[in-house]
């Protein structure tokens, strides 16, 4: 289904959680989530029944996201059923890792196929204090992990934080010399407070750090690609401030308590929960005719009206 400026939407974005086994400053408050009632959330049927509904629109690809989609104790029956949806081709899962040593393999048997995995500095100190509790150890084992279970594509997500990774730019990019991944660097959304103004960089920065890079034909979704000689994979550019891709966007976003988020970084919110699968059809259409033409300019004074942390969104 095209949205009404003629865009073709394919892409849903599933919070299967908004609970997380990490703190990450940019995400979530420290305190971690407000705990809702078990009732307030989807349960897996109503995932399901909405997956149903947004696949006979169109939608073919599937990201499961949270919090840490990990953490759901129904996590692989989620994945496997989504999976047999018909129209579904591609079924994705963005985590922070800690999790994948015990279920990469079975997150691959599942039926997904890629994994993005978050990994903003290769300093330990620095991952303690940017995600406040984990160790930088378990997300590094999951990476591997990852790699020995075989998906089709492993990414790693850095959150280019000025002053804080911005020196590190050239060490992350060399681990698609080590491993056969793909590293994006995402600019930081003036999502949350807490974040001085420098902290903002364009990822240009990326392209002065690392002069070497030769551009790589087409585009990786919403990622300007490049590759370092020798590399195995791609370096990837994601700037939703600097360089917004408003024009291209094809996606939706379902919160992991049934709202339908035409646009990530506006108010509008369409619920879902309680609704037959027919009727989540009708909200999920008219949720793609909301779509706006583009988002308003973010900055660290103008900030994201989404009204909401990432973790309570989906990552």
């Known amino acids: 289904m095209r949205d009404g400026f003629g865009r073709e939407i394919t892409y849903l974005r599933l919070s299967v959680t908004d609970r997380c086994n990490l703190r990450c400053r940019y995400c979530m408050p420290e305190e971690g989530v407000s705990l809702q009632d078990h009732e307030e959330m989807l ?3 109503e995932m399901l029944a909405a997956v149903e509904a947004a696949a006979s629109l169109g939608i073919t690809k599937l990201r499961i996201t949270g919090g840490e989609p990990l953490v759901k104790k129904n996590i692989l029956s989620i994945c496997r059923q ?6 579904i081709r591609e079924v ?11 279920l990469a393999e079975p997150l691959r048997d599942a039926g997904v196929s890629r994994v993005n995995i ?4 290769l300093d330990g100190e620095k991952y303690r204090r940017i995600t406040r509790v984990g160790e930088l150890p378990q997300a590094l084992a999951g990476i591997e992990a990852a790699l020995k279970a075989g998906f089709e594509k492993v990414k790693l997500n850095v959150v280019l934080i000025g002053g804080f990774n911005d020196d590190e730019i050239p060490a992350l990019a060399e681990l698609t010399r080590r491993w056969p991944v793909d590293v994006r660097f995402i600019e930081l959304m003036p999502m949350t407070e807490g974040f001085p ?3 903002f960089i364009p990822c240009t920065a990326v392209l002065e750090r690392l ?3 030769e ?7 919403t990622a300007r690609l490049y590759r370092l000689p020798g590399g195995m994979g791609n370096v990837g550019l994601i700037s939703p401030v600097s360089d917004h891709f408003c024009a291209s966007c094809d996606r939706l976003r379902l919160t992991a308590d049934g709202k339908v988020k035409p646009c990530l970084h506006a ?3 369409l619920s879902l929960k309680g609704l037959s699968r027919e009727e989540m059809v009708q909200q999920l259409r008219a949720a793609i005719l909301a779509k706006p033409r583009c988002h308003e300019p973010l900055s660290h004074a103008q900030p994201s009206r989404a009204g909401r942390d990432m973790n309570q969104i989906g990552g």
């Open 43 to 45: 349960t897996q049927e």
């Open 82 to 87: 989504c999976a047999q949806v018909e129209g």
């Open 92 to 102: 994705c899962i963005t985590t922070n890792g800690l999790l994948l040593p015990q």
């Open 118 to 121: 978050s990994l903003d500095t």
């Open 197 to 199: 103004q420098s902290a």
């Open 211 to 213: 002069p070497e890079l």
């Open 215 to 221: 551009p790589v034909s087409g585009r990786g979704g």
């Open 267 to 269: 108010e509008t919110e």
